[in-house]
């Protein structure tokens, strides 16, 4: 007797015994026993549906983190569309800002700087597109690394030759160890956060002693300064405390909402924005150490940079 198949196949009979037999059905990624889950950062709850897709192109999530956005829920080959869409402006402005330094002849931490933001932007682009551990870790420790460089400038600003030789050193050292403390321990992600935001409020601490230098200075250079330090020193904080805490401790509890407000990527945007103008800030000040003759100025779609005179046609 001949058989049809639900998609209309016909069988030989031979072919239709042996359908006969016990099939293997495959398990949906959201479903395999055993699988790793990730845990979201607020409440430590595994991930209850590790991909919408049937075929994730990156596999099953293996980072130790799950963000609020739905996993494969847009397309099979990202895992979280919009964050790792915005996660894309700081690869742009890294790149325009490294222009910058070549055009107007930096010094070499500019370079570093700028360089550390696109590789944060590597990183959260790898993160948050796989939600795999190698991801994760390419995300968090570019962080680190770019916040030691973003340091360096704000320790080393007051005099044209660097006055602690050794700075460099121990903040690689540093780098080094955090990174193998990070890779040797599978319950290292509350340490990155408390150690990364311990970084960013000195920044901005030693930041602000800087700024008091334009606190009162009337001129168009002294609004540009005020102006960029407060967009970076609330910015970054501003981010943390108004996007990722509300969506990391309520998303758990009000998922259908949060999923469509997406206030990771908006956080995204803000620590794009904040540190862009730190390093213009301080590019700034430092033109003014060295006296070389500088000035703020718009690029496209209102975007600041410094322009130095004399240094670029």
Avoid at 24 to 35: E, H
Avoid at 143 to 163: D, N, Q, T
Avoid at 167 to 181: H, K, M, N, R, T
Wanted: glycine share 8%; aromatic share 16%; proline share 8%.
């Amino acid at each position: 007797e001949l058989r049809l198949e639900p998609f209309g196949q016909r069988l030989s009979p031979s072919e239709g015994a042996a359908s006969e037999r016990p099939r293997r059905r495959r398990q949906p990624p959201m479903a395999a026993a055993g699988a790793h889950r990730p845990v979201d950062p607020f409440y430590g709850r595994p991930t209850e549906v590790l991909s919408h897709a049937k075929d994730p192109f990156w596999g099953l999530p293996t980072s130790s983190v799950d963000w609020c956005e739905p996993n494969y829920a847009h397309t099979r080959y990202v895992a979280e569309l919009f964050n790792t869409l915005s996660s894309v402006p700081m690869v742009v402005v890294s790149l325009h800002g490294l222009w910058l330094c070549h055009r107007y002849r930096l010094e070499p931490r500019f370079y570093l700087c700028w360089a550390g933001l696109g590789l944060v932007g590597l990183g959260s682009l790898s993160f948050h597109g796989t939600l795999t551990h190698f991801g994760q870790a390419l995300d968090e420790l570019s962080m680190i690394v770019a916040s030691m460089a973003f340091l360096y400038v704000v320790l080393e600003a007051g005099h044209p030759e660097a006055r602690r030789p050794w700075l460099p050193f121990v903040e690689g050292a540093y780098s080094v160890a955090f990174a193998i403390a990070y890779l040797t321990s599978p319950f290292f992600f509350p340490f990155f956060i408390v150690a990364y935001a311990a970084t960013v409020l000195l920044i901005i601490h030693q930041a602000y002693r800087v700024y008091l230098l334009y606190q009162k200075e009337g001129t168009i250079a002294g609004k540009w300064q005020r102006t960029l330090f407060w967009i970076a020193a609330l910015g970054y904080p501003g981010g943390v405390l108004l996007f990722w805490v509300p969506e990391n401790a309520l998303c758990p509890l009000y998922p259908e909402l949060f999923h469509m407000l997406n206030f990771h990527a908006i956080f995204h945007i803000v620590t794009t924005i904040s540190p862009y103008c730190y390093v213009v800030f301080m590019t700034y000040h430092r033109c003014v150490v060295l006296r070389r003759r500088a000035e703020h100025r718009s690029g496209i779609a209102g975007v600041p940079y410094v322009h130095v005179m004399g240094a670029a046609p």
